[in-house]
């Protein structure tokens, strides 16, 4: 049987699993994303791939603006030592399989589209929070990528009014779980190294005003992006992913934001409709073997 070895390269970790073409995952892990070269993530990548002997492919799900059919990463997101760089041909001449590597969020799309949350519906949109903000349009039953393939690059989308402050107003900066997880740590005078997302809810969980206040805050402005977004796209579903949304207090404090938004417009509007990933923190992993069975076939 075939076992491809899926990547999922996150700003702070990569975890990877190998994968059979019934999408099981027959073993997994994680390491840390190297931050300083792209020297470092090809030599991370490769050590992985020698710990197994019966790898027939790579799948990588990753950040940034991807040119699947070349392998060519235009622009590294997070991770900017991967910008204007041909990762699959650095990758294939230590790791001699087919090499397939797609946008992290058009990954989970695609794992949505195929077998999850937005597989009843001919048009939705993925919304992932981790580093930055990912999403993934669908349409006709088929991921978008765009001419430049930016389409569903929505983090760079501009969300503050002193724009153009880019590093401080881009939604991916402001709204991402590391976002909420910098805003808390201001609030609370605290080192941000010290603040995960699971502090952050615990906090929420635990009725702390002042945690409960920035949630409100993100969720707002991502309830906004979201409107925005129906108004322009007029999809069937959203889909919130990344390891926060496993936290319902998240999805319900974007839908209340939402209801208000709509509350509050005079006109008469097609409302968004939010679920939850199904496949939550796999649907890079999956997404990306989806998008290399589509490629190989």
Same mark, same amino acid.
């Given at each position: 049987?075939?076992?491809?070895? $899926?990547?999922?390269? #996150?700003? $702070?970790?990569?975890?990877?699993?190998?994968?059979?073409?019934?999408?099981?995952?027959?073993?997994?892990?994680?390491?840390?994303?190297?931050?300083?070269?792209?020297?470092? !993530?090809?030599?991370?990548?490769?050590?992985?791939?020698?710990?197994?002997?019966?790898?027939?492919?790579?799948?990588?799900?990753?950040?940034?603006? @991807?040119?699947?059919?070349?392998?060519?990463?235009?622009?590294?997101? +997070?991770?900017?030592?991967?910008?204007? &760089?041909?990762?699959?041909?650095?990758?294939?001449?230590?790791?001699?399989?087919? =090499?397939? @590597?797609?946008?992290?969020?058009?990954?989970?799309?695609?794992?949505?589209?195929?077998? #999850?949350?937005?597989?009843?519906?001919?048009?939705?949109?993925?919304?992932?929070?981790?580093?930055?903000?990912?999403?993934?349009?669908?349409?006709?039953?088929?991921?978008?990528?765009?001419?430049?393939?930016?389409?569903?690059? *929505?983090?760079?989308?501009?969300?503050?009014?002193?724009?153009?402050?880019? %590093?401080?107003? *881009?939604?991916?900066?402001?709204?991402? /779980?590391?976002?909420?997880?910098?805003?808390?740590?201001?609030?609370?005078? !605290?080192?941000?190294?010290?603040? $995960?997302?699971?502090?952050?809810?615990?906090?929420?969980?635990?009725?702390?005003?002042?945690?409960?206040?920035?949630?409100?805050?993100?969720?707002? %402005?991502? /309830?906004?992006?979201?409107? +925005?977004?129906?108004?322009?796209?007029?999809?069937?579903?959203?889909?919130?992913?990344?390891? =926060? +949304?496993?936290?319902?207090?998240?999805?319900? +404090?974007?839908?209340?934001?939402?209801?208000?938004?709509?509350? %509050?417009?005079?006109?008469?509007?097609?409302?968004? %409709?939010?679920?939850?990933?199904?496949?939550?923190?796999?649907?890079?992993?999956?997404?990306?073997?989806?998008? &290399?069975?589509?490629?190989?076939?």
């Amino acid at each position: 049987m075939n076992h491809i070895l $899926t990547f999922d390269i #996150g700003g $702070t970790y990569i975890k990877y699993a190998v994968m059979n073409t019934a999408y099981e995952i027959l073993e997994r892990g994680k390491t840390e994303t190297p931050r300083e070269s792209r020297e470092q !993530l090809i030599s991370t990548l490769s050590s992985i791939y020698g710990k197994f002997s019966d790898i027939s492919g790579i799948a990588i799900s990753m950040p940034g603006i @991807i040119d699947t059919e070349n392998g060519y990463c235009k622009m590294g997101g +997070s991770l900017h030592y991967n910008d204007d &760089f041909y990762l699959a041909q650095a990758l294939k001449e230590k790791c001699p399989v087919d =090499i397939v @590597i797609e946008n992290d969020a058009k990954c989970a799309a695609m794992a949505e589209a195929s077998e #999850g949350s937005l597989k009843d519906v001919e048009d939705g949109f993925v919304l992932i929070f981790g580093t930055m903000v990912g999403g993934g349009y669908i349409r006709n039953h088929k991921l978008v990528r765009g001419k430049h393939f930016s389409a569903g690059e *929505i983090s760079y989308i501009l969300s503050g009014s002193d724009a153009p402050a880019f %590093e401080g107003n *881009i939604f991916g900066n402001r709204c991402s /779980a590391s976002g909420l997880c910098r805003m808390y740590a201001e609030k609370k005078q !605290l080192d941000v190294k010290e603040v $995960t997302g699971r502090k952050v809810f615990d906090a929420v969980n635990a009725n702390d005003p002042e945690a409960i206040e920035v949630l409100d805050r993100v969720t707002r %402005e991502i /309830a906004v992006q979201i409107f +925005s977004l129906q108004t322009i796209l007029d999809v069937e579903r959203f889909a919130i992913g990344g390891g =926060i +949304s496993a936290q319902p207090a998240f999805t319900e +404090s974007i839908r209340s934001n939402l209801k208000k938004l709509y509350d %509050e417009c005079p006109f008469t509007l097609p409302k968004a %409709e939010i679920t939850t990933c199904m496949f939550q923190n796999d649907a890079n992993l999956i997404g990306a073997l989806s998008c &290399f069975l589509a490629a190989c076939q």
